[in-house]
């Protein structure tokens, strides 16, 4: 059985993203130990909430989180989580991320449309990756979210539009940090084979 960690920082619907990866077939264990976390086939790095307070809880354990990037292993931000992995954040102040992978983090412009964000959309694939193998063009998945990653093509393993187009999964140059701003425990047996594939990938 392949161990994930998910990481416990005191940020995060750590329960829903544990049921969805047993769901899978795996059985995580939610953990803040550095050891444990360093051990993991996987990491999942769960957040809900304000991107301020996630870097601070993330301070302590900062390096353990660069550690493991720079293993190669792979690791999945979701929501918060994804936005963490980026260079920097406007929400609040400006914020220095994980920078694990170049990019902001923005707040959706005023328009009629509501902020934030929430409900199912549609995402358009952009590269191959194995965290999308098996995932149609145009599947819809659930959001909730204000803030929104901007970062290069490259970068972007499938986006969405939301007034504007936005990075809805990213990931890094040796592919294996990623992140997906949707909920992929909440998004049906298309955000399952996600989480599937991610556990397949480690």
Not at 31 to 59: N, T, Y
Not at 179 to 193: A, D, N, R, Y
Request: hydrophobic residues 40%.
């Amino acid at each position: 059985m392949k161990r994930i960690a998910i990481l416990d920082y005191g940020l995060g619907n750590l329960r829903s993203v544990q049921k969805g990866l047993e769901h899978v077939g795996s059985s995580p264990a939610i953990s803040g130990d550095p050891e444990e976390i360093l051990a993991a086939d996987g990491l999942i790095l769960p957040g809900v909430g304000a991107f301020v307070d996630a870097m601070k809880c993330l301070a302590p354990i900062k390096g353990i989180i660069e550690e493991y990037a720079r293993s190669g292993k792979p690791m999945l931000g979701i929501c918060l989580g994804q936005q963490v992995l980026m260079s920097s954040s406007e929400e609040g102040k400006l914020t220095d991320g994980l920078d694990l992978i170049s990019g902001k983090v923005l707040r959706f412009p005023k328009s009629e449309l509501k902020v934030p964000h929430i409900g199912w959309n549609n995402l358009k694939i952009k590269q191959d990756h194995p965290l999308f193998e098996g995932i149609p063009d145009n599947s819809f998945v659930y959001f909730v979210h204000s803030y929104y990653v901007d970062t290069a093509s490259e970068n972007t393993l499938a986006a969405c539009n939301y007034g504007l187009d936005f990075s809805a999964s990213v990931v890094n140059s040796k592919g294996n940090v990623m992140g997906t701003q949707f909920h992929p425990e909440k998004s049906g047996t298309i955000g399952l084979k996600i989480l599937k594939n991610f556990v397949e990938m480690c």
